[in-house]
């Protein structure tokens, strides 16, 4: 009896351990994760109407906001919004289609890629911002210098992740595709291309990142249009409210274009355990 | 070839380099007829398969068969981006695809699961939607490399009664390429014992009590009969 006593006293501790304790939910998680930010953002604003953070350093975000309003309103964001947003996606097109068009050469070929991986690949060594000044004296201050440096931004992780997921296309799936005699074409189609396709969308993700820094700094060159042009010239003014607008502006783009990007994956990838959120089409 | 042989070969030579592999190797098999070829590990099975397959090359001899035998691997090689039914239909160029492909994967035992993906199958139910594809062509000539050897031991013996079923029915010629001594005795009408790049022996299960072909086996293979094969 006394040991039996004795041994229920030793497990106590250990059976209270495996009691559930009042674990937060998933959304006072969520909720918590937010108060951070939001308690800068009041420190922010109330450090700003107290005057220890002059407008002309950091504007207050209620002074931030008024501005995004004043400029929708006026239709002027949207103008300059749609201007950036047209050449990133003129660019990422052209750059998108060179690559991915230059990676299945290369990826197919050992011809292609003895003569044109070497160039590409001494290309892509150089920082594509470096050519900045080089673009300038091509193609002047118009747009196609700007698309010019999406493209070639967009080229790169496009073209290299193309090759590398056709090049990792399991050899006994395309054995497969003997055995089940298919065509060249049908191949490409069903086995080689949906093979790589997880490459290329890392592709994808990285030449949206890529093509984004490539438009702030194109942006940055003489324009009349677009995001950056609205920053420039808000500088000449010191309307820190218009910079600051400027710079959250790319920050949603940048957030969404990833946005973009993983739903891509979650559509084009729903067979992948890796991607996918449920088992059926 | 007359119309109920399934394949025809003929002095067969295959070698890799200096290293011959099959060497005047001689093989008939009928439609229908089921065939299990048995040989140590390394004596040329899976070369000699391929080579029916079309896959490689050969260096002498004839293959008197069908250009595009169905083949079903060791491993179940279906293409995860593929709904089960795209895998099974995979290059077959018919607008009734999709109803082949229900009566197939019906038939080995997978109704309703056209749609799903092939990660959501058990191994046995991968490897049996790999029959399924290959039997969708209903093959003249239908060639299995150790399909079930990765499997455990209760869904062999299913698959086992399974593929029975399925050649009784569609009747190819079958040629099985096994390691398990027990599995070809309980499967195939003919065994064949592969040796020196060529085909040293052959039993006919319905002529010999499965306990002595298999003790018959086993010393063809040089294994002493009461150690049981790996
Ligand atoms: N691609 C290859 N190159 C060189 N030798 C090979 C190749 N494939 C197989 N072999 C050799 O051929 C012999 C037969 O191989 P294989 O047909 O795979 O044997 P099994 O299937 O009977 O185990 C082995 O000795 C192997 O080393
Ligand atoms: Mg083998």
């Known amino acids: ?281 | 070839m007359t119309t109920d042989t399934a394949v025809i070969v003929r002095n067969l030579r295959r070698s890799y380099g200096e290293r011959v592999v099959i060497d005047g190797l001689d093989l008939t098999i009928r439609k229908g007829e089921f065939v299990a070829l048995l040989g140590e590990s390394g004596c040329g099975k899976t070369t000699l398969l391929r080579a029916l397959a079309g896959l490689d090359p050969v260096n002498g001899g004839q293959i008197d068969g069908p250009k595009q035998p169905a083949v079903v691997f060791q491993e179940h090689r279906l293409l995860p981006w593929a709904s089960l039914w795209e895998n099974v239909t995979l290059g077959v160029d018919t607008a009734q695809g999709r109803k082949q492909a229900e009566a197939a994967l019906g038939e080995v035992g997978l109704a309703g699961r056209e749609e799903d993906w092939p990660r959501n199958l058990s191994g046995g139910q991968a490897q049996r939607v790999a029959l399924a594809r290959a039997l969708v062509r209903e093959p003249q000539l239908m060639l299995l490399d150790e399909p079930f050897a990765a499997l455990d031991a209760l869904t062999r013996i299913k698959m086992h009664v399974l593929i029975r079923e399925l050649v009784a029915r569609h009747r190819p010629g079958v040629l099985l390429v096994t390691h398990d001594v027990d599995e070809a005795i309980a499967i195939a009408d003919r065994i064949l014992v592969m040796r020196n790049g060529g085909i040293a022996a052959s039993y006919l299960t319905a002529d010999i009590a499965p306990p002595k072909l298999r003790e018959t086996l086993l010393q063809e293979l040089g294994v002493e009969s009461d150690s049981r094969a790996a």
Do not use: C
């Not at chain 1, 998680?29 to 953070?53: H, N």
């Not at chain 1, 003569?115 to 091509?138: C, E, T």
């Open chain 1, 1 to 281: 009896m006394t040991i039996e006593l004795l041994n229920r006293e030793a497990l106590k501790p250990a059976v209270q351990e495996h009691i559930p304790r009042p674990a937060a939910t998933e959304a006072q998680l969520q909720l918590l994760s937010w108060a951070a930010p939001v308690a800068i953002l009041l420190a922010w604003e109330v450090a700003s109407r107290a005057g220890l953070i002059a407008p002309q350093v950091l504007p207050a975000p209620s002074s931030v906001a008024g501005t995004a309003w004043r400029l929708t309103v006026s239709g002027d964001l949207f103008k300059h919004l749609g201007a950036s947003l047209l050449r990133a996606a003129i660019g990422f097109a052209i750059g998108g289609a060179i690559g991915f068009a230059l990676g299945v050469l290369v990826g197919f070929s050992r011809v292609a890629e003895a003569s044109l991986d070497r160039s590409i690949q001494m290309i892509r060594a150089i920082p594509f911002l470096a050519l900045l000044p080089l673009v300038i004296v091509w193609f002047g201050v118009d747009e196609s210098g700007k698309i010019f440096l999406v493209s070639l931004a967009v080229l790169f992780p496009i073209y290299i992740n193309t090759v590398l997921g056709i090049r990792q296309v399991d050899p006994k799936l395309l054995e497969l595709g003997r055995v089940t005699g298919l065509s060249r074409m049908k191949t490409i189609r069903k086995i080689i291309l949906p093979g790589a396709m997880p490459s290329i969308l890392t592709g994808v993700r990285y030449a949206l990142a890529t093509a984004w820094l490539a438009l702030v700094v194109a942006e940055t060159v003489a324009t009349t249009s677009g995001i950056g042009f609205l920053a420039m010239d808000a500088r000449e003014f010191l309307q820190t409210d218009v910079i600051v607008l400027a710079i959250l502006i790319y920050a949603v783009i940048g957030i969404s274009a990833d946005g973009l990007a993983r739903f891509l994956e979650r559509k084009l990838l729903a067979w992948h355990p890796n991607y996918a959120k449920e088992g059926r089409k």
